[in-house]
């Protein structure tokens, strides 16, 4: 998908019920094994604020996903059944983005095939009697991935020109949010170009340089 990154866009094995777990000490959890398909360059789980909370209570992504409201059809048809096995093709990353007491949950939503992102959430678990999550964050635009970055929201897109490969994007946007007023709010945005030079794109008589020359050696 991207042409770098440190953080790997995967295919996470999302059971119809999952166990809490004790978290490491960076604050920050990430369930999903790695795929062949290495997630947007924007999109680094790059060491964020230590969670408040010493527990991470897992949350059944699937679930999640298909009960709520805010999550189009195409994604929860995406979701419905795993793509191989019991793996679903969803990350789900736990960190601290809101300074609620409990961690955040990050969801990435991928296709089966290639790992090209369907949508990115982030839910905000409930304070209180209610108990449950709010969606507090949605984006489903194609080839979407949200991570975090030194503790806030890191949101990548990868930009496609007409006649570029899934493989090979022509770029990507990359935005940072902060939470503020009970919702993230966008404050740093900027672009890349990925260069697209290849052996391919030389010149034609190049080649028929470098014949005529070692002709005539």
């Given at each position: 998908m991207?042409?770098?990154?440190?953080?790997?866009?995967?295919?996470?094995?999302v059971?119809?019920?999952?166990a809490?777990c004790?978290?490491?000490?960076e604050?920050?959890?990430?369930?999903?094994?790695?795929?062949?398909?290495?997630?947007?360059?924007?999109?680094?789980?790059a060491?964020p604020a230590?969670?408040?909370?010493t527990?991470y209570k897992?949350?059944?992504?699937v679930?999640?996903?298909?009960?709520?409201?805010?999550?189009?059809?195409?994604?929860?048809r995406?979701v419905?059944?795993?793509?191989?096995?019991?793996?679903?093709?969803?990350?789900?990353?736990?960190?601290?983005l809101?300074g609620?007491?409990?961690p955040?949950?990050?969801?990435?939503v991928?296709?089966?095939?290639?790992?090209?992102g369907l949508g990115?959430?982030?839910?905000?678990?409930?304070s209180g009697?209610r108990g449950?999550?709010?969606n507090?964050?949605?984006?489903e635009q194609?080839?979407?991935?949200?991570?975090?970055?030194?503790?806030?929201l890191?949101?990548s897109?990868?930009t496609?020109?007409?006649?570029?490969?899934?493989?090979?994007?022509?770029?990507?946007?990359?935005m940072?949010?902060r939470?503020?007023?009970?919702?993230?709010?966008e404050?740093?945005?900027y672009?890349t170009?990925y260069?697209?030079?290849?052996?391919?794109?030389?010149?034609?008589?190049a080649?028929a340089?470098?014949?005529?020359?070692?002709?005539?050696?």
């Amino acid at each position: 998908m991207s042409k770098g990154g440190a953080a790997t866009a995967g295919v996470a094995a999302v059971g119809l019920l999952l166990a809490g777990c004790t978290p490491g000490g960076e604050g920050i959890r990430k369930e999903g094994s790695a795929s062949h398909t290495p997630a947007p360059r924007g999109a680094m789980s790059a060491t964020p604020a230590p969670a408040p909370s010493t527990h991470y209570k897992k949350v059944n992504a699937v679930r999640l996903l298909t009960g709520d409201p805010k999550v189009s059809a195409d994604v929860k048809r995406a979701v419905a059944k795993p793509c191989a096995a019991h793996e679903y093709p969803i990350e789900v990353t736990y960190a601290s983005l809101t300074g609620n007491k409990s961690p955040d949950v990050i969801v990435n939503v991928m296709t089966c095939a290639d790992s090209v992102g369907l949508g990115a959430y982030v839910y905000r678990e409930r304070s209180g009697s209610r108990g449950g999550y709010d969606n507090v964050y949605a984006n489903e635009q194609p080839s979407v991935y949200a991570g975090v970055n030194k503790g806030e929201l890191e949101v990548s897109k990868q930009t496609y020109e007409p006649g570029d490969k899934v493989c090979c994007p022509s770029g990507e946007d990359v935005m940072t949010y902060r939470w503020a007023n009970d919702r993230f709010a966008e404050y740093d945005r900027y672009h890349t170009d990925y260069s697209k030079t290849t052996v391919d794109e030389a010149p034609d008589d190049a080649g028929a340089d470098i014949g005529a020359t070692a002709s005539e050696g």
